[in-house]
């Protein structure tokens, strides 16, 4: 038996999760309840299937949202923000630069 870590019911985005490792972690979350959302590339197809099954599989809630790198500027410039002296006030933070897409899906 698995042990319990009192995980159940919260949310974890993962990245990288479409396949290998990535995917491990995802499956694992959510057979502890956790509800998860699918983050990566591939095939479209595939991410469904492996999507549809896991959730089937552990009746936690399943989602996919695709990695964006459509706008590499953007990206860019929030990791020289971060890298930067001016981000010395930054701690414990999540920075999403995806247009708002993450807070859409959950």
């Known amino acids: 038996m698995a042990a319990d870590y009192g995980i159940a019911g919260h949310v ?4 990288g999760s479409t396949s290998g490792i990535g995917f491990a972690l995802a499956s694992a979350l959510a057979e502890q309840g956790v509800h998860v959302i699918l983050n990566g590339l591939g095939d479209p197809a595939k991410i ?3 999507r549809r099954e896991l959730q089937a599989r552990t ?3 399943i989602r996919y949202h695709g990695a964006d790198m459509t ?3 953007e990206i860019a410039a929030v990791i020289v923000f971060l890298c930067s002296d001016r ?4 701690t414990g933070a ?5 247009g708002g897409t993450v ?3 959950i």
Do not use: G, K
């Open 12 to 15: 974890a985005i993962v990245t």
């Open 48 to 50: 469904e299937t492996d």
């Open 59 to 61: 009746n936690a809630s």
């Open 71 to 73: 706008r590499p500027d």
């Open 87 to 90: 981000s010395s006030y930054v």
């Open 94 to 98: 999540a920075w999403s630069v995806d």
């Open 103 to 105: 807070a859409i899906i």
